[in-house]
């Protein structure tokens, strides 16, 4: 995947204005550190940037599928927040923290990436790594894996996936 200089005006673009945002617009001397700064993360991610391919167009079907996983991956991320904040209240963190491998059970790319930040935004959790066959987790307890496995909002997302067949 190869993005195109007006998908890549867009990320710079959009890279920039976060850069002004978070220096509050301050002097010259940081527009261009920001510009430059921009253009090298651009250089540096330009074979990963996801493009227009990667999305679908979507429609009913797919939105009708995608609301449960929001909503079961919400309630298995209030879960997981009660269940790690209980580990380290409690006097002996019972943990096992340990890499596992995993194959990659969505096949589209922006499903992928969604699947990834939502392992990671999930306390106990975090994507390492992920391609087009294995994703790479780091857990805190090995039922946290199995839990993924097992999970609602996983078969949610594959059912996304199953509308655009």
Known sequence: MHP???????YFIGLFVLWLIL????????????????????????ESLLTASAFKPLNLKRL????????RWLWDLL??????????????MKIDPKF??????VQSEINQAILANAITLTPG??????DDSTLTV?????????????????SHLKATEAKDE
């Open 4 to 10: 195109n200089w007006s998908v890549k005006s867009v």
């Open 23 to 46: 220096a509050e617009f301050g002097p010259w001397s940081e527009w261009i550190i920001g510009a430059l700064a921009s253009f090298l993360v651009l250089f540096w991610l330009r």
């Open 64 to 71: 009708g599928s995608f609301i449960p996983f929001l909503f």
């Open 79 to 92: 879960k997981a927040n009660i269940e790690v904040a209980k580990i380290v209240l409690s006097k002996d």
């Open 100 to 105: 596992y491998t995993l194959d990659q059970p």
């Open 125 to 130: 959790t975090l994507t390492v790594d992920y």
């Open 138 to 154: 780091h857990g805190l307890r090995a039922h946290h894996i199995d839990d993924l496995n097992a999970s609602a909002f996983l």
